[in-house]
């Protein structure tokens, strides 16, 4: 997976085509309060996913041209790296330092400084760059691991994963690994705030 400068916004990352084949039943509780999401008792907080954005941040642009809210990207990636560090300690261990030394220049055609100033223009902070540096890392590694259905089915069998996403987010989808998102119209009542926080689907980016 190559990933390549885009301005003004970051592309979506395609998910390994493999990924899309697992079929798992998941935790359907929701989250703690206070918490964004949890995967297996690792707790994502909302201040957390906070402190990945800015009032500016921009929706990203997938290359078929869908659009995700920045907040929901966030937590789909944060998200994402939590499982699939699982998936990989259950299917041959965790990641050395050379392995993800070796995925990052893999999945990178542009320097480290350079994707981090993108983000920052997309309106991300700075620090976001380490989970979507991680991202790339752990997924380059599971395509290697994962190279057929079957291999990732047995991963997920094995991790008996319980994910769960606050409903202000939407739900979790492990086919895709990603956050299936609600839009303003179908939230309910009690989740609908009167001022949208930073990177909602419902909050309008600065002008740059």
Known sequence: ????????????????????LAA???????????DAAEVDG??????TVNSYLTPNAQAVTSS?????????????????????ERLLEVSGGAPTEKQLADAKSAALTISEAEL???????????KFTDQYVQQLELQQIAGTRFTTAADLNAALAK???AVSVSPRYGVWDMATLSVDGLTSKNLPNMLTLDTPLPGDASATPAAQ
């Open 116 to 126: 981090q100033a993108n983000i920052i223009k997309s309106g991300f902070t700075s």
């Open 64 to 84: 078929d041209g869908s659009s995700t809210p920045a907040r929901q990207f966030v937590m789909t990636i944060v998200t994402r790296n939590l499982v699939l």
């Open 42 to 47: 690792s707790r994502i907080s909302e201040s």
């Open 159 to 161: 991790a008996k994963l």
């Open 1 to 20: 997976m190559k990933v390549r400068s885009v301005r003004p916004r970051l592309r979506a990352l395609a998910l390994l085509p493999v990924l899309a």
């Open 24 to 34: 798992v039943t998941l935790s359907a509780c929701d989250s703690k309060a206070g």
